[in-house]
């Protein structure tokens, strides 16, 4: 872990009107302590400032002040943080065949190279973690404060796939692990990332099978393909999974769900829908998801897209009372998915809408997903549309910035392809919604 002596954390905002802007407290002021204790992150500066009163230590500038914040019992104190961390993020100490971040290349925004391992930020944001790197302590701490649910990247129970697939010298076993977890009410959502011939097969109807025995405590298995980039060098070769091996894994995850349902009551093992995008099949049905616990992990956002436009097609009118003409730029994998709206809304008189399926130069053709496309490839794929209207959901963009991966902003890719852009939610209401406005 990367330690801050001090563990200080820094104020990145403060609510107006709440008890902490009442306190004088500022943006960059750093919080010292809550009721005499050094909080290590969110989660117990969370426990530490949930009382009526709560005394606080804060250092502006080179002045530490002692404040006293007056506020009900469960009010929000009003602090924002610029890390959930304070005392640092666990970093991740595996050499992962996949890893993504060792794919990118040089030059990119220093917080793309950033590779966390933390149960904490899988508590609070959904990342994934391996748990390779948690102590006895942090058991602990998981099962006391009940940090659930968190998000474990397994990708094989057979410890000596798993040890190959995270890059160790030696087997890596998770079963016990879970276990624990499990035994001490902790929820845990499991992620497999499939490489073709290493963990898919026997292996991962084994990891599957070992799995379900957790539930419901492991509630969820998901299952995403490998992702390659061209900038994968001298690591070990892992290849990307063909139309027909596609094919296969939906048959063969479908016939696990099968079993799992008879059993369970619930599927249990969910595959991304890029299977579905690369196979070229239609998404299952929304009971194929259950509830869809893992969107975040792009396992069934085709299928709520496309049953909720489904449910606008009566909002549609006839026609616009303006001629109007716009693109919709997407991946090639958000083509797939935005394909029948764009037919659909392409009956509409007086609209002329064209969808523009944009390749990934920067990181290469095996990338498809809209959330990779970078500010040159934009640039590339909208060539010739000067002065067009262009819609482009939001996923392309780090998190509240207008920057893409490469570090272009959506102002620099209009200015260098002439396009005026509308940037929207991934969602058929915001694209149905873009599409009208002024109709």
């Not at 925004?109 to 149960?119: F, G, V, W």
Request: hydrophobic share 40%.
């Amino acid at each position: 872990m990367d330690h801050n002596k001090n563990l200080a954390s820094t104020v990145a905002g403060v609510i107006p009107g709440s008890p902490a802007d009442e306190c004088g407290i500022k943006s960059g002021d750093r919080l010292l302590s809550v009721n005499g204790i050094l909080p290590r992150d969110t989660i117990e500066y969370s426990f530490l400032a949930c009382g009526d009163d709560v005394r606080l230590r804060v250092r502006s500038g080179w002045r530490d002040r002692t404040l006293l914040a007056h506020k009900d019992c469960d009010a929000n104190l009003g602090l924002v943080f610029e890390s959930d961390c304070f005392n640092g993020v666990k970093r991740c100490r595996n050499h992962c065949l996949f890893c993504f971040v060792d794919q990118l290349p040089p030059g990119l925004r220093p917080s793309l190279y950033e590779k966390d391992d933390d149960y904490r930020l899988s508590f609070l944001h959904g990342n994934f973690l391996t748990m390779t790197n948690l102590d006895e302590r942090e058991f602990r701490r998981i099962e006391n404060l009940h940090l659930s649910p968190l998000y474990i990247s397994v990708h094989a129970t057979d410890p000596g796939v798993r040890g190959f697939l995270l890059g160790r010298r030696g087997p890596v076993p998770v079963l016990e692990q879970v276990e624990r977890l499990a035994d001490g009410g902790i929820t845990m959502h499991v992620q497999v990332v499939l490489c073709p011939g290493i963990n898919d097969g026997d292996v991962l109807r084994r990891t599957v099978d070992d799995l379900a025995v957790f539930w419901p405590q492991v509630a969820s298995v998901g299952i995403v393909p490998v992702g390659l980039t061209r900038f994968r060098n001298a690591r070990p070769r892992v290849r990307s999974f063909t139309r027909a091996e596609c094919t296969g894994s939906i048959r063969k995850v479908v016939a696990l769900q099968e079993g799992l349902l008879r059993k369970l009551g619930v599927s249990f093992v969910y595959l991304a829908d890029e299977f579905f995008i690369r196979a070229r099949l239609p998404f299952p049905k929304a009971g194929f998801y259950d509830r869809f616990p893992q969107l975040e992990n792009g396992i069934g956002n085709g299928r709520i897209f496309q049953d909720e436009f489904r449910r606008l097609g009566s909002m549609l009118p006839e026609r616009l009372r303006r001629p109007r003409r716009l693109f919709v730029a997407t991946g090639r994998a958000g083509a797939a998915v935005l394909e029948p709206a764009i037919r659909r809304l392409r009956r509409i008189r007086n609209l002329e809408v064209s969808l523009i399926p944009v390749s990934s130069a920067f990181f290469g053709p095996r990338i498809s997903v809209t959330g990779l496309l970078a500010g040159r490839d934009l640039v590339w794929g909208l060539r010739g549309l000067r002065g067009e209207e262009v819609l482009l959901p939001n996923v392309v963009l780090k998190h509240d910035t207008s920057l893409l991966l490469d570090g272009m902003s959506v102002e620099q890719v209009a200015s260098q392809t002439g396009c005026c852009f509308r940037v929207l939610e991934p969602t058929a209401g915001a694209l149905v919604e873009a599409v009208l406005r002024g109709a």
